[in-house]
């Protein structure tokens, strides 16, 4: 909330900023940044490859889980066959395996999330260049987010032809 009264108030002085030029000469058109993110090509492509690769980590983790959940077993089954000595020996080797396989799915996600940071960034960077030249060549003076818009004709959402010339223009986000 408080984020969208920032933006708000910004909005609000860069209009005030506008008062030299005169209302008929300003075009604004708005854009789904969002859209464009999520159902292009390259953003359908990139979703999918992060999500493939989280299945398969996850699968990865929940054999260990498995795997330690059967050890938690057997040292539980063993309780009263082991020496306190060798029972609290596998209870340290079982919790430093469950400690690791914790810091291994928290680093597996941090770097999951850096991934898509960076290839959103990558992707906002070629929009960012495709917005530029297409409002120069159209004569837009200005484009907005379409979430920042509370109200807006539908005739001034650029969307589906900001989305055809990136799907044509990006095939790939390396």
């Known amino acids: 909330m408080k984020n969208k009264i920032n933006i708000f108030i910004v909005l609000f002085f860069f209009f005030l900023s506008l008062t030299s030029l005169k209302a008929e000469n300003l075009t604004v ?3 789904d940044v969002d ?9 359908k492509k990139t ?24 050890k938690e077993d057997e040292i539980n089954k063993q309780k009263n066959i082991l020496s306190k000595e060798e029972l609290d020996k596998k209870i340290l080797d079982f919790r430093l395996n469950v400690q690791k396989l914790n810091q291994e799915r928290n680093k597996f996600d941090r770097e999951i999330q850096q991934q898509r940071i960076v290839r959103l960034n990558k992707m906002l960077n ?49």
């Open 29 to 31: 058109y708005f854009v």
């Open 126 to 174: 070629h929009l960012k260049n495709i917005l530029s030249k297409y409002a120069a060549d159209n004569s837009i003076s200005l484009i907005l987010q379409k979430t920042n818009i509370i109200i807006g004709k539908s005739s001034l959402d650029i969307t589906p032809q900001v989305m055809e010339i990136f799907n044509k223009e990006i095939k790939k986000i390396d």
């Open 35 to 43: 859209k464009i993110m999520s159902d292009s090509n390259v953003g």
């Open 47 to 70: 979703l999918k490859s992060l999500e493939k690769e989280i299945k398969s980590k996850y699968d990865e983790f929940k054999k260990q889980d498995t795997a330690l959940k059967k």
